[in-house]
């Protein structure tokens, strides 16, 4: 039997036994593939089977296990990919999947548009971290919103996103906002002497992303927020792969795959390879010193998975984000390095000299001696 | 102030202290909503906050809590919707979304199109459960799938449902394999008799999803099958506006929601209650004494939640599937009651006396007694 192309799965099972560590992985073996009795599957089928190429006990009660499968069960489609990466048996407690061999990413995924290089070229920014603000709250007016637009802009700061909860609500319509706040933008930037760039949010349902993605860019916007989780992961490649406006990803809705230890998908592999692959030009992920749980060390990984060389994918930028305050940013700058886009919401909105003179402190920490 | 149209989310949150408890619940106020430290929040947006109704300690460090929620946060956004309800509180710990009251389903979301009495009508079926398989394996070539499809047909299920691994791989591409099973089952029918839905995989890109459902529909299928949460959850309600075909819904890749006990969505307000109203026809979920975790009382509750009043929408289908044997159907039958469509794979494939006989073996349990 011709095997085909493969790639490799490493998964981590929890058990008490190496009985049940391996009935575990055969039950992958079998779920993720056939999904039928091994013994009912004709031989016509047979090359669909997945193979178990290691199982050993990593600590006590955890095993990692690779089991290899064939691409025919792909096809070229990302979305059965994530099925088989993780779709029966996500119904299963203590699986964890750890990796994916780079050889799937490279065949299937096609990644950022822009990257970090992009971004950097259209700010004119080539070594230093970028700034990020986000555009809220909700229940604003247009006007309102459009406003805070051109005082961030004035500041300098050099990217602007719509907070992820600015969807197409009466209080500043989806298109409405897009035109003024790009407007706003624009007329900042005159002011700051620098380009500023504007991500709307995008975020809406599966079948409408695309034509949102369009209008976002026919409407003056320079880029987009959107929650992959709640879009459905696929849709980010495919408005990637329109290549005409970067893209930041947004975590919201996706923790139940990343919180659990044992369980779900290991976050380097979420965030750090799948997003990444999928084209997401910016990542934004739960800030260590933040108000979320992910330690600096988990962090400090996150970086490295979004920025290590990945056969031939361009890089993501990451984006920590959620508590990061101005005085904080040189020790994040220690933590993360140059290769970052810090947001800082909130705390902006929270200096007493106004957001646009906050901006510009912002911005001239970031600027300050490295370019 | 106008407090305008609110709807309530019940959440649990698990903490050691009223105080902690006190704490988060505020947290998730704040977070869901306008999410920047409140005296930060302009006057203009203070109709965006969300109100904490109660909080009480339900079991020794667990905490119920009732949150109400401006409409004008959600404009008519279901996924801004599921944003609200579990966004970025989904990266924080030891939060379950309990509940959410009906007036936002009924506002927000229209239901199955068909439901219980719509399938039961195309099945001349008025009261007794149905039968539901699945083709397999992957792998398979599309005429040998068809010859399957027309065995099952011959032995007159009711439902015959592509493996929802079957996607667009070259070896049986997806309008190949339509085409085919769809005329398969037509000429089964002819054999047995009777009634005989074809539903194929239509799980892809967000993107393409539309499509897929319509193509489907024009090749002749009479349903489809769909894993809302590979696709992004909303899509599902776009196809059911279209009031073609009867949808059945598949769970993979949203275990990571319902496997936790104090995180997540709880199971019976995931599948019961949200995917009811996002129009599924046809709820497939794992069985007690399947081969996944859930517990019978959860299957009973499970059922319960897709068939209960619900605000005028439609009963979904209660789909139990997962290592159902032919000789447990009965025992299945008085669990779970007539509103049931029982989904047996692997085991009908295991029959020594093969597919055609073990359906109508299948079939006459269902028939038996009621009818």
Known sequence: MNRGERFTITYQISADSKESAEKM???????????????????????????????????PGQWITQISFPFSIIGSSITQFLNVLYGNISMLEGILVKDVDGLLFKKLFSGPAFGVEGLRKSLNANARPLSCTALKPVGLSTPDLAERAYQFACGGLDIIKDDHGL??????????????????????????????????????????????????????????????????LEIIH????????????????????????????????????????????????????G???????????????????FDGINKSFPTPAGGIHLESVPAMRELYGNDTIFLIGGN????????????????????????
């Not at 993720?32 to 050993?56: C, G, N, R, Y």
């Not at 079948?207 to 993605?213: A, G, Q, T």
């Not at 000299?353 to 510009?360: L, M, N, P, Q, T």
Request: aromatic share 8%; hydrophobic share 40%; charged share 25%.
């Open 167 to 232: 969807a197409d609500q009466p209080s500043a319509p989806f298109n409405e906002r897009v035109i003024s706040c790009a407007e706003a933008v624009r007329k900042g930037e005159q002011v700051s002497g620098k380009k500023t760039l504007y991500f709307p949010n995008i975020t809406t349902s599966p079948d409408k992303v695309l034509d949102r993605f369009h209008q976002a860019a026919d409407l003056g916007a320079d880029g987009v927020l959107i929650c992959p989780q709640l879009t459905g």
């Open 348 to 371: 902006l909105y929270q200096q007493e000299e106004g957001i646009e003179a906050a901006s510009k402190e912002f911005q001239k920490t970031l600027e300050g001696g490295v370019q």
């Open 25 to 59: 992985a055969d039950r992958i073996r079998i779920e993720q593939t056939v999904e039928m009795p091994p013994e009912t599957v004709p031989d016509k089928a047979a090359s669909s089977f997945a193979e178990i190429l290691s199982l050993k006990e990593h600590n």
């Open 291 to 309: 108000r979320f749980a992910f330690t600096k060390e988990t962090c400090r990984q996150l970086h490295k998975c979004m920025t290590d060389p």
């Open 238 to 289: 495919t408005i990637a792969g329109e290549k005409i406006l970067p893209i930041m990803a947004h975590p919201a809705f996706s923790g139940s795959f990343i919180l659990q230890q044992n369980q779900g998908v290991a976050i380097r592999l979420y965030y750090g390879k799948l997003w990444r692959a999928l084209g997401a030009d910016s990542i934004i992920f739960p800030n260590a010193v």
